[in-house]
């Protein structure tokens, strides 16, 4: 019973539980070998958390953020790793499907409202923030942004914790992007306006620098047998 193809998003860097390449690179082969033994044909992907992937945080602004990139809509470097994903796991599968077919195959597959798919956030504050200075984007650390929207209640601490499914973030600037004083680099997605606290905490951790910075999502893929 269950899946016989397998493929792994094992997330390494700050922002994920494997902090650095080693670590992540003995867990991709101890699940790949693991998957061998009780012949479930598995595939780890080495993939970079360093900062947020993709543009959004947030449960409703990650779907939405989704449905972008299916329809073609989405940021070019997202959209070629979710492509490189999807052509691993097709090709594991072989299954050939249209977009619409996988997208609410999926969906209903799991008890969700297909019809509610294309809805935007009803979050009932949404705040720009602005960049300070022009420069390239260094640093969107996924620790602290991820902690930030757990404060929005996009995210639970404890598993008790209730969630609020329209609040998060949504970057229009990552990693390596040029920016012009007062470009828009995020909105937050809040249900109350967010304090000068807040304020600070975020544009803190948006750090700038002069230089511009490569960026690749997928790391390093990993089959069976090992080498």
Do not use: W
Not at 109 to 127: E, W
Not at 139 to 163: I, V, W, Y
């Amino acid at each position: 019973a269950g899946a016989d193809k397998i493929l792994l998003d094992v997330t390494v860097g700050q922002g994920a539980f494997m902090k650095n390449m080693s670590d992540a690179e003995k867990l991709s082969e101890t699940m790949v070998a693991l998957g061998h033994e009780v012949n479930r044909e598995t595939i780890a992907v080495i993939t970079d958390m360093s900062q947020p992937l993709g543009k959004a945080i947030g449960n409703r602004l990650e779907i939405t953020e989704a449905i972008e990139i299916m329809q073609g809509k989405g940021r070019e470097d997202i959209t070629d790793f979710i492509c490189e994903l999807a052509e691993i796991l097709l090709d594991l599968a072989q299954v050939e499907a249209s977009q619409e077919e996988i997208r609410q195959h999926l969906v209903s597959g799991q008890g969700g409202d297909v019809t509610d798919l294309y809805r935007h956030s009803s979050a009932p504050v949404v705040t720009d923030i602005h960049a300070h200075e022009t420069g390239y984007i260094k640093e969107l650390p996924a620790m602290a942004f991820g902690k930030f929207a757990m404060q929005l209640g996009a995210g639970r601490a404890t598993k008790s914790d209730s969630l609020n499914y329209e609040t998060g973030i949504v970057f229009e600037k990552k990693v390596g992007d040029s920016v012009t004083q007062g470009d828009l680099i995020a909105k937050v997605y809040s249900q109350e306006i967010l304090s000068e606290k807040m304020l600070t905490e975020f544009e803190k951790n948006v750090i700038m620098g002069s230089e511009c910075k490569e960026t690749t999502e997928i790391l390093k893929i990993i089959r069976y047998p090992l080498i």
